[in-house]
């Protein structure tokens, strides 16, 4: 089993940061050469790709290119994500997502709400 935990989330004004983190426990084997994607999901809206790291391949979503950033921290097995400049559009539950021997498994989610 796979345990994914996000945590960072909350509130806050339009240009403002927040870092979310992603911790991964459990039989996940080599963590850093796991793939792991922060996803987000507005009210509406069918959930989107973020931002991606494999290895030493990193991809985002255009919205969020020069703000976003996700990076590894294998001493505590977790991917975080720092957002900054944050807009209003950016509001949504942003969820990680790995892929472990052909599964795939999904964190409960947080919160990112971006006042204007």
């Known amino acids: 089993q796979v345990q994914l935990v996000e945590s960072g989330g909350g509130l806050v004004q339009a240009g403002g940061s927040l870092r979310l983190s992603c911790a991964a426990s459990g039989s996940i084997g080599i963590f850093d050469l796991k793939p792991v994607g922060w996803y987000r999901q507005a009210p509406g809206k069918q959930r989107e790709l973020v931002a991606a790291?494999?290895?030493?391949?990193?991809n985002y979503a255009d919205s969020v290119k020069g703000r976003f950033t996700i990076f590894r921290d294998s001493a505590k097995n977790t991917v975080n994500l720092q957002m900054n400049s944050l807009k209003p559009e950016d509001t949504a539950v942003y969820y990680c997502r790995i892929a472990v021997r052909g599964y795939e498994y999904w964190g409960q989610g947080t919160q990112v709400t971006v006042s204007s």
């Open positions: 790291i494999s290895g030493a391949f990193i």
